[in-house]
């Protein structure tokens, strides 16, 4: 059984530039949520996805967008990249009821 | 606002000792508690899911333990082995504000030969 897969695993960008990753949940789940872990912290919360609509969200600017699809999959898009925004993004899948969380392995995005 | 703390921030042992990593939340309208384990870069692996009515879950040498009136989990780690070397994270979601996940900081554990 596939748990969560992340595409890609790493990424180079330049500021300004735009970023879209990936993520396909574990099977079974319909609930994606997207984290962004900076170096030595906890992950933080960016939003959540379910039945294709934005259902909560971090704090967060509007240069991070999401989309879900018919299939559960989900897209985490980021505009206007900040050197900040480098950092490890996490995809996390879940039933809506939360029995638990199934992770992804990370995207690293490095901003330069 | 649910914040979470983990103490100690880093813990280093040696080899074949038990060991106890603490976690204590806010706000204690939690529907579980999820323990997960983080190599270096690498994603979250999930240790342990203990539900608010459980006290405890165990699996293998982890046992985790939740008294969800003092806002406190432990991971309890029995004859620690240099590949439990990893950071320890502890998740709470809440009650009644969807199911985001909160973390702690973790525990950056390194068991020694």
């Known amino acids: 059984d596939a748990g969560v897969t992340q595409s890609p695993t790493h990424l180079i960008k330049t500021r300004g530039q735009q970023v879209t990753l990936r993520c396909s949940p574990k099977s079974g789940h319909d609930t994606v949520s997207w984290y962004q872990q900076a170096l030595g912290q906890g992950p933080q919360f960016i939003f959540q996805?379910?039945?294709?609509?934005?259902?909560q969200r971090g704090n967060f600017p509007d240069r991070f967008s999401g989309h879900q699809f018919p299939n559960y999959s989900s897209e985490l898009n980021v505009n206007a990249l900040l050197l900040g925004d480098s950092a490890l993004y996490l995809c996390?899948?879940?039933?809506?009821?939360?029995?638990?969380?199934?992770f992804g392995s990370g995207t690293r995005l490095t901003v330069v | 606002k649910q914040e979470v703390t983990q103490i100690p921030a880093a813990l280093s042992v040696p080899e074949g000792e038990n060991l106890v990593l603490n976690c204590s939340f806010t706000d204690s309208a939690i529907y579980n508690l999820q323990w997960f384990r983080q190599d270096p870069g690498k994603g979250l692996t999930s240790l342990l899911l203990?539900?608010?009515?459980?006290r405890e879950q165990t699996s293998g040498r982890l046992n985790a333990s939740l008294d969800k009136s003092s806002g406190r989990s432990t991971l309890y780690i029995a004859a620690s082995q240099p590949g439990d070397s990893a950071t320890y994270l502890c998740a709470v979601p809440l009650t009644g504000g969807g199911n985001k996940l909160t973390f702690g900081t973790g525990t950056q554990l390194k068991v020694e030969l």
């Open positions: 996390a899948s879940s039933p809506i009821i939360p029995y638990g969380y199934t």
């Open positions: 996805y379910y039945e294709e609509e934005e259902r």
């Open positions: 203990i539900q608010s009515s459980q």
